[in-house]
């Protein structure tokens, strides 16, 4: 029996809006699909036309049993990256990838209904067998062995289908908590599909820094304000900025003169807002000896006119007789 397939209409476009020539991609099942005994090919490889479209067969996931959904992705030949990574769900009917993105994945087949289906099977195999033996048995006591051995059969596949719905009862129970539970997705970002309970953190606008969890599985928008009211609810909200604290003083202690050559020093004690600078400051070397013009200098004796003999000593000069003298004629 061949395997049923639906046409899936692809459209690819850039996040300008152009479309993007000869895309290419795949179509990924993320579990095994059986249809009559006929394994689901697991992977479905696509190659768009020049306008950034393809249609392929796809076998429909709603005529699967076990809740399956296409992982598809899609590369810019052009450029080397990844545009696309998103889930889809294929329907029993021709369809558009940008319309099947949004659809949540269908029902696996419920165990109780899987163990009437065995059931259903096994009471007509028995009636199929008691018919059997009511024509060709020699005698009713070997007709009622037959049914007999039939109806014991048919026990045997009920208590069978019990066990097999207690078991996908289980695994139900499990994946509805798997699906509960929260997962992190990193910093918000437009065109992407989030799932329920998704969680992420906005890293600008009017909620920079707070964390959201998807309420619906949806493809996010240009701008994350415009899906906030209907498809994010809060998880944790940014604080606001704490109280810096009182401005700190520092007081100058000990200032201490060290010997000459060594290092300076700068030692804060205390906690803030009270902190005390201790310092050390080395003294510069000697100087040289100077000569005694300098103390003259600052004893102003050059100039101290009432005391002449003192100015002469300074100067260097001998006493000078201005008295006329007519054996000592000036020359001329």
């Known amino acids: 029996m061949a395997l049923p397939t639906q046409p899936v209409t692809c459209r690819f476009y850039d996040q300008a809006g152009n479309p993007v020539a000869f895309a290419e991609g795949s179509f990924h099942l993320d579990r095994r699909e059986l249809f ?75 165990a109780a209904e899987q163990a009437v289906i065995i059931v259903q099977g096994a009471l007509a195999a028995v009636t199929a067998q008691v018919g059997f033996a009511s024509n060709f048995a020699n005698s009713a006591g070997e007709s009622a062995q037959a049914s007999g051995d039939a ?64 309420l619906s599985t949806h493809v996010s928008s240009g701008g994350f304000e415009a899906d906030l009211v209907t498809k994010w609810g809060l998880v944790a909200e940014k604080g606001d900025q704490g109280d810096p604290g009182p401005a700190n003083v520092l007081t100058v202690g000990s200032v201490t003169t060290g010997e000459p050559g060594t290092a300076a020093s700068a030692v804060v004690t205390g906690i803030s807002p009270n902190q005390t600078l201790d310092l050390t400051i080395p003294r510069g070397q000697p100087g040289a000896n100077g000569t005694g013009f300098g103390d003259m200098i600052a004893a102003n004796n050059l100039s101290e006119l009432t005391d002449p003999a003192v100015a002469r000593t300074n100067l260097g000069l001998n006493l000078v007789n201005n008295t006329p003298d007519a054996s000592k004629p000036i020359s001329t």
């Open 36 to 110: 009559d005994g006929v394994i689901a090919p697991e992977k479905v490889d696509f190659k768009a036309d020049a306008d950034g479209v393809v249609v392929l067969s796809m076998f429909p996931n709603e005529l699967g049993t076990q809740g399956s959904q296409y992982r598809v992705r899609a590369i810019n030949p052009d450029t080397g990256s990844k545009f696309l990574d998103a889930m889809c769900v294929v329907p029993d009917s021709p369809s558009n990838l940008h319309e099947i993105l949004l659809l949540q994945p269908f029902p696996t087949v419920d």
């Open 151 to 214: 109806l014991e059969a048919t026990v045997q596949q009920a208590g069978f289908a019990e066990d097999s719905a207690a078991d996908a009862n289980a695994s139900a129970g499990r994946a509805e908590a798997a699906a509960s539970a929260f997962t992190h997705r990193g910093t918000w970002a437009p065109a992407t599909l989030y799932t329920k309970n998704n969680v992420v953190v906005v890293s600008s606008g009017l909620h920079r820094g707070c964390s959201f969890s998807a």
